[in-house]
C-alpha cells in the first residue's frame, strides 16, 4: 500500500472478505521504491521449495480495472521473478500477458484455485470456478498472494 495512506484506507478484512485498493495516483510502498504504486497481502511462514501447495480465494474485479496481477507465485530460477502471475487487462484474466485464461471476468465472483506441484514435475495447474484452465512448468519457488497494479488505469480493486 502507499506509504503516505493509512492502512485502513486500502485495506479491510471483514467476515473473513480482504478488500485491496490501489488508485493510479497512489505512491509507492516506500520511500525509497521505484515501483508502481501497489496492494497485496504475502501469506507469511508458507514459503516452500517442495511438495503441492494450493491457494484458494474467491475475487471480484470491477469493470474499471485493468493492468493488474490479481495473484502470483514469487520465486523463481533465473531469468524469472515468478513461477505464475496472473493478470487482468481489459476484462480478461491471463496468464502473464497470454494465454487469456477467461475472457470477462469482470463484475462477478468467481473462484480462484492454483495448484504448485514442486516434486512431481513441476507443475502450476491454475482453476477458474473449479474448471482446469491453465497448466504450465513452474519454477522453484515460494508462494505471494497479491493485488498489484501494473498498468496505468483510472483505479485497481479487488475483493479476496
Aim: hydrophobic share 35%.
Amino acid at each position: 500500500m502507499p506509504y503516505d495512506v493509512p492502512e485502513d484506507q486500502r485495506y479491510s478484512c471483514i467476515n473473513g472478505v480482504h478488500k485491496l485498493w490501489v488508485y493510479s495516483t497512489d505512491k509507492p510502498h516506500s520511500l525509497i521504491s521505484h515501483t508502481n504504486p501497489r496492494t497485496k497481502i504475502r501469506m507469511q511462514g508458507y514459503d516452500y521449495s517442495s511438495g503441492v501447495w494450493q491457494f484458494e480465494a474467491y475475487g471480484y474485479v470491477r469493470s474499471e480495472t485493468s493492468g493488474v496481477c490479481i495473484m502470483q507465485v514469487f520465486g523463481s530460477t533465473t531469468p524469472h521473478a515468478t513461477t505464475l502471475m496472473l493478470r487482468v487487462y481489459n476484462g480478461r484474466l491471463s496468464y502473464y500477458k497470454s494465454p487469456p485464461l477467461v475472457d470477462d471476468i469482470y463484475d462477478r465472483w468467481f473462484r480462484l484455485n492454483v495448484i504448485h506441484d514442486v516434486d512431481d514435475a513441476e507443475i502450476v495447474k491454475v482453476y477458474i470456478n473449479g474448471v482446469l484452465k491453465f497448466e504450465a512448468p513452474g519454477h522453484q519457488a515460494f508462494s505471494e498472494f497479491l493485488v498489484k497494479p501494473l498498468g496505468r488505469s483510472l483505479s485497481y480493486y479487488g475483493e479476496f
